[in-house]
């Protein structure tokens, strides 16, 4: 187990991803994340353990070996961290949630900025991101949203959809720099079926202003309603986006198949 803190670091140095964890013995979309890892650790030109699974899964078991039941809900959060300094190997932090699908105020901070391949990933060099965390926090926000080029392309550990005033449901494509969101993902595929059709493109000060509805979605947070960007209202009082995101969630967390048991 690891402190999670910022450390002065690389972006190869590491990669990691941060999983859904109900607090016992199983996590949530354990094969989407591990298939990101993947993805992240190519671009970034790192080599993974040929039996990261199995590793990651041992590692467990000093986290949960006093633990038992079969919750299957969103109580935790554990953050994998695969070092590929060749010093620690699979590092797992346990983190609890203190939010979640709730209203939240945001502020906006520059995004910050790698070259084309490590932009997006999830690296070892993640202290703007922990810095942004804390200065959302140091101004009582909840959230900090990056902006790039006068566009929201990520937040500091969620990522906003809107809901515009056609009815679209508008999102960052990765390509701008933000990372892509696993849950995100897992709402966007719910959506059409509830009548939402959505759209990538620049989450614009245009488009946010006009905004209806605006949620920030993360395996942490679930999905929060923003109502405040720099101490202005965002939307109306309607909350069908937000509701529908929870549903979505709620559904999908039901469905066990999308649990993945860590300890035998």
């Known amino acids: 187990m690891g402190q999670d803190e910022p450390a002065q670091s690389r972006p190869r140095d590491s990669v990691f991803t941060t999983v859904t964890w109900d607090g016992l013995h199983h996590v949530a979309d354990f094969q989407i994340h591990l298939n990101r890892l993947s993805n992240h650790a190519g671009r970034l030109r790192m080599t993974l353990p040929e039996n990261l699974e199995s590793e990651i899964k041992k590692a467990f078991l000093n986290i949960v070996a006093l633990k038992n039941g079969e919750l299957k809900q969103p109580i935790g959060l554990v953050k994998i961290v695969i070092d590929c300094t060749g010093k620690s190997g699979v590092r797992l932090?346990?983190?609890?949630?203190?939010?979640?699908?709730?209203?939240?105020?945001?502020?906006?901070?520059?995004?910050?900025r790698w070259n084309r391949k490590v932009t997006g990933t999830k690296h070892?060099?993640?202290?703007?991101?922990h810095r942004a965390r804390l200065k959302a926090d140091s101004?009582?926000?909840?959230?900090?949203?990056?902006?790039?080029?006068?566009?929201i392309i990520d937040g500091d550990r969620a990522s906003p959809i809107i809901l515009d005033e056609d009815g679209v449901v508008?999102?960052?494509?990765?390509?701008?720099?933000?990372?892509?969101?696993i849950t995100r993902s897992i709402i966007l595929s719910g959506l059409e079926q509830?009548?939402?059709?959505?759209?990538?493109?620049?989450?614009?000060?245009?488009?946010v202003a006009r905004a209806h509805e605006m949620v920030a979605l993360g395996s942490g947070m679930g999905a929060c309603r923003i109502i405040t960007i720099d101490g202005e209202d965002i939307g109306g009082s309607a909350d069908l986006l937000t509701q529908t995101c929870r549903q979505i969630l709620s559904q999908h967390y039901a469905d066990s198949n999308n649990w993945t048991k860590m300890v035998n």
């Open 139 to 151: 101004k009582g926000s909840d959230l900090a949203l990056l902006v790039h080029e006068f566009s």
């Open 93 to 112: 932090v346990e983190r609890s949630i203190t939010l979640r699908n709730e209203e939240i105020e945001a502020i906006t901070l520059p995004a910050p």
């Open 124 to 129: 070892g060099d993640w202290a703007p991101y």
């Open 194 to 207: 509830h009548g939402f059709p959505f759209q990538s493109g620049n989450l614009t000060e245009r488009i």
């Open 170 to 181: 508008w999102y960052s494509n990765s390509e701008q720099g933000g990372v892509k969101s």
